[in-house]
């Protein structure tokens, strides 16, 4: 059993960044991939970025690509979400999420455990 939780959301101006931290419990964070995911009012959850189990390998959606950076301190069973150059479309609640498959990283129907969520919201 995995339990996540996420931080650093909030409100920011548009060219704003942002961090979100995962802190993940327990001894056995190294062995899943993790992913974050967002999810605006009315729209399906969208991945928005993944990371192999030792961080070697990232995935990205293609309209992040080159304003958000995926990392994680195995040492410290956290994930991070470094955003910046925020537009008012990234406005959305982020989710980060563990899985065991690390080949189907843009997939959520292969994610284990899911966090409850931050808030991001960016103003134009």
């Known amino acids: 059993q995995v339990q996540l939780v996420e931080s650093g959301g909030g409100l920011v101006q548009a060219g704003g960044s942002l961090r979100l931290s995962c802190a993940a419990s327990?001894?056995?964070?190294?062995?899943?991939?993790m992913g974050w995911f967002r999810q605006a009012p009315g729209k399906e959850r969208e991945f928005v970025a993944g990371?192999?189990?030792?961080?070697?390998?990232?995935n990205y959606l293609v309209s992040v690509k080159d304003r958000f950076t995926i990392s994680r301190d195995n040492a410290k069973n956290t994930v991070y979400l470094q955003m910046n150059s925020l537009k008012p479309e990234d406005t959305a609640v982020y989710h980060c999420?563990?899985?065991?498959?690390?080949?189907?990283?843009?997939?959520?129907?292969?994610?284990?455990?899911w966090g409850q969520g931050t808030q991001v919201t960016v103003s134009s």
């Open positions: 999420a563990a899985s065991y498959i690390e080949s189907w990283i843009r997939v959520p129907l292969a994610y284990d455990y």
């Open positions: 327990g001894r056995t964070f190294s062995t899943y991939a």
């Open positions: 990371i192999s189990r030792t961080g070697g390998a990232r």
